[in-house]
């Protein structure tokens, strides 16, 4: 019975600890899943040309004339 009572006080005090490894865990793959799309904008924006860019305005302030 001692053991028990005694497991159950260890379960219940590492409650927190095994919260902030999920916790942790979820964050990582958050990051992982993020990873990927955010290379894959810089490399379109690396790609890109800045002519679109300059282009932009340059339409902007014939329709406004």
Do not use: N
């Not at 490894?21 to 904008?41: E, H, I, N, R, S």
């Amino acid at each position: 019975m001692k053991k028990h009572v005694l497991l159950l006080a260890v379960l219940l005090s590492l409650s927190g600890c095994i919260t902030t490894v999920v916790g942790a865990a979820v964050d990582v793959t958050t990051a992982v899943v993020k990873l990927p799309f955010q290379v894959g904008g810089a490399v379109i924006d690396a790609v890109s040309s800045d002519d679109e860019e300059e282009a932009e305005p340059e339409e902007q302030a014939q329709v406004t004339e």
